[in-house]
């Protein structure tokens, strides 16, 4: 998946190439023509458009010489043994039925971590701490840090706190009693589960790769915090 901004939108181009994401950012020092190019990209074929997604990468790095490439880890997903969608924000076990909380059970690497009950549990990635992970009070956690974050929603318990496990290792979530959930991957994907099944995440061999054109993670996220101050006091 290729993802290239004209000023705020975002353009999604759908293809697989070398199994790699790149994200774009930044404006470029000279205009880009990008509405041709997605037009073109568009009525390609599908046997096609990888080799035009690549000419677009390389239009774009015709024109930004200033840029830095930075891997992003992703979580891989498995039910029951069966690889699902990799996922580069989190993966969340949520429950089927409104108002109704589930029990989570949690192990890292075959040993116990914690038992749960809440509506869902929450497995980020550094990249995605930022997101739905920290509306329910995850930790922000660089993106430098190789780590698997996990956060509960509406845990039933006060002290039920958040943890941050070794990208290394393998975290398996199961239910106390079996009922039914959702897998929801990326906010994107979703799958039922029966609550049988047994969810294990652990570091993809497919990283994200982002292009920088700014290198300032913290600056970057206080301006979308003050962002979404100014929404709420409009």
Known sequence: NYYIPKGRPWFKLDTKVGREMFYLLGSASRPLDLESLLGKFKAAGSSEKP??????????????????????????????????????????????????????????????????????????????????????????????????ILTAIAPFKPSCRPHVFPAASQVSVRLVKPRECVLVMDGQHEMPLQGTEEVIVTRSDRPARFIRFRHDFYKRFAEKLSRQWRVMGE
Do not use: W
Request: hydrophobic fraction near 40%; charged fraction near 30%; charge should be neutral.
């Open 51 to 148: 080799a035009v997604a690549k000419e677009i990468i390389a239009e774009i790095r015709n024109v930004r010489k200033d840029y830095k490439t930075e891997d992003r880890l992703r979580l891989k997903v498995t039910v029951d043994g069966k690889r699902l969608f990799d996922c580069l924000n989190e993966a969340v076990v949520h429950t089927a039925h409104v108002a109704k909380i589930r029990h989570f059970d949690v192990h890292l690497d075959g040993e116990a971590v914690t038992q749960v009950r809440a509506d869902a549990v929450i497995l980020a990635t550094p990249t995605g701490s930022t997101s739905y992970s920290m509306s329910v009070g995850g930790p922000i956690v660089d993106p430098r840090v190789d780590a698997i």
